[in-house]
């Protein structure tokens, strides 16, 4: 069985896959599971525009947090602090977009739950 992604790799939350990278914009799948978040984050260098395709969770922006389910859209300007929390059952996944420098380098962690700050 083939694969359709560039790059990818397991997190202790779930998975990330590559599916685009080219100079300027990056597309990429990401699959949280049941009960696991991502770390609190910023970047620097891109804004990320974010598709639901898949189960529900809790998104938070710098100080605000709210529901997300499959259809909504959230964008993540550069230097926004952002998370999202999969508080289902079964697996969140995101069609995720990213726009400027797009460098696995350029995350910078202010809280982790797997020890990774």
């Given at each position: 069985m083939s694969n359709n992604w560039l790059d990818a790799d397991d997190r202790p939350w779930g998975r990330w896959?590559?599916?685009l990278n080219v100079?300027?914009?990056r597309v990429k799948r990401i699959i949280v599971h049941p009960g696991q978040r991502l770390s609190l984050q910023r970047h620097k260098l891109r804004s990320e525009?974010?598709?639901i395709v898949a189960g529900h969770g809790q998104f938070s922006l710098d100080d605000a947090l709210f529901p997300v389910t499959v259809g909504e859209k959230v964008f993540?300007?550069?230097g926004g602090v952002h998370r999202?929390?999969?508080d289902g059952?079964?697996?969140l996944i995101i069609i995720e977009t990213q726009?400027?420098?797009c460098d696995e380098n350029d995350?910078?962690?202010?809280?982790?739950?797997y020890g990774r700050s």
């Open positions: 896959e590559e599916y100079p300027g914009y525009h974010w598709v993540i300007p550069v999202i929390e999969n059952t079964e697996n726009l400027g420098v995350i910078e962690r202010l809280e982790d739950d």
